[in-house]
């Protein structure tokens, strides 16, 4: 009996230890049409919405598969404050009213060091891992680009750098298995293995350019090249 009930306990125990799976969606900030007019051939980033819209595509699959699914939607703000007020629309309400509908939790950060806070506390305990991190926003072979040609004409005056991610990132709140995706461009080239390096798990990014046509199909973005890790 007394052998039995220490088996109870150490399976209770074992059992109220078991990590809670987070996801993180990490969501980069639009540029301004007033500076990507002047630029011509070179112009892109037309919608508002594509860094947004490409978010929901993947947590909208995520809670297809798994309603009760943990996910953190991380959005730097100060460029749609400012691409609101270019279009007169108001588009960080419109972000809340797409987090509540699918009753998700949404931090807004206003600064790169606020987005690497954001992601250390992604896990709610000390027990929890992330499981899945998705990047959707601009990106150069070294760095998350959450702001670009918003502040500054085609300049980053935000980003989250692969040097800072082994000093800025707690590596013990991923998965082991972690999926782990960029949706930037050219991240393959450089940051991928910058990732890998730090935390010990993937990161699958593409060499060369990433489309976001296909988001307004309801998919995920495509690369225009090779996806590595």
Same mark, same amino acid.
């Given at each position: ?44 980033? %037309?919608?508002? $919405?594509?860094?947004?819209?490409? &978010? ?7 809670? !297809?598969?798994?309603? +009760? /699914? ?69 990106? %150069?072979?070294? $760095?998350?680009?959450?702001?670009? &040609? ?7 005056? !935000?980003?989250?750098? +692969? /040097? ?66």
């Amino acid at each position: 009996m007394k052998l039995l009930r220490n088996v109870f306990l150490a399976t209770t125990l074992a059992c109220c230890s078991l990590a809670h799976a987070v996801e993180v969606v990490l969501c980069g900030g639009v540029a301004l049409r007033s500076w990507e007019n002047l630029r011509g051939p070179a112009a892109h980033d %037309n919608w508002w $919405a594509n860094f947004v819209r490409a &978010s929901t595509v993947y947590i909208d699959g995520a809670l !297809a598969r798994n309603p +009760e /699914k943990d996910i953190l939607w991380i959005v730097y703000r100060p460029s749609y404050i400012s691409r609101g007020k270019e279009n007169k629309i108001d588009y960080i309400a419109r972000i809340k009213e797409t987090a509540a509908k699918r009753n998700i939790r949404l931090k807004f950060v206003d600064s790169a060091d606020e987005a690497y806070a954001a992601i250390n506390k992604a896990p709610r305990n000390k027990q929890d891992r992330i499981t899945a991190f998705f990047y959707f926003g601009h990106s %150069n072979p070294h $760095a998350f680009m959450l702001d670009y &040609s918003n502040d500054i004409m085609a300049a980053s005056t !935000a980003w989250i750098h +692969e /040097k800072d991610l082994a000093t800025k990132i707690n590596p013990a709140i991923f998965d082991a298995n972690a999926e782990c995706w960029s949706y930037g461009c050219y991240t393959g080239r450089s940051m991928s293995r910058y990732w890998r390096e730090a935390f010990k798990v993937a990161l699958w990014g593409n060499l060369e350019s990433t489309r976001y046509q296909p988001v307004g199909e309801g998919k995920l973005p495509a690369g225009a090249g090779r996806w590595v890790r």
